[in-house]
């Protein structure tokens, strides 16, 4: 479970269509995010600040952010851009 605070960072890499990596990609435009957080009631939407850096040339990305609240998160990743698997 993440610390409130404390920032979290997950890999990602984007791939072509061929599975090759994919470099340049861009949040918002090629990704879409969505992260939720639980709570005593339930599941709710946060609003966090994601960001996401290509890690070097490498079609590999530092997606992150830093929770608000104590808690499970759950980030879901949806690629946009149509030369993408389009992986979730």
Same mark, same amino acid.
């Given at each position: 479970?993440?610390?409130?605070? &404390? $920032?979290v960072?997950?890999?990602? &890499?984007?791939? /072509?269509?061929?599975?090759?990596?994919?470099?340049?990609?861009?949040?918002?435009? /090629?990704?879409?995010?969505?992260?939720?957080?639980t709570t005593? $009631?339930?599941?709710?939407?946060?609003?966090?600040?994601? &960001?996401? !850096?290509?890690?070097?040339? $490498?079609? !590999?990305?530092?997606?992150?952010?830093?929770?608000?609240?104590?808690?499970?998160?759950?980030?879901?990743?949806?690629?946009?851009?149509?030369? $993408?698997?389009?992986?979730?």
């Amino acid at each position: 479970m993440p610390s409130q605070g &404390t $920032t979290v960072r997950l890999p990602w &890499t984007i791939h /072509d269509v061929a599975r090759n990596p994919l470099t340049g990609m861009v949040y918002p435009g /090629d990704i879409s995010f969505r992260l939720h957080r639980t709570t005593s $009631t339930g599941i709710v939407a946060s609003s966090e600040t994601i &960001t996401m !850096t290509e890690v070097g040339v $490498t079609g !590999t990305y530092a997606i992150s952010f830093v929770p608000a609240n104590s808690g499970f998160y759950l980030l879901e990743l949806k690629e946009l851009n149509p030369n $993408t698997n389009g992986e979730e």
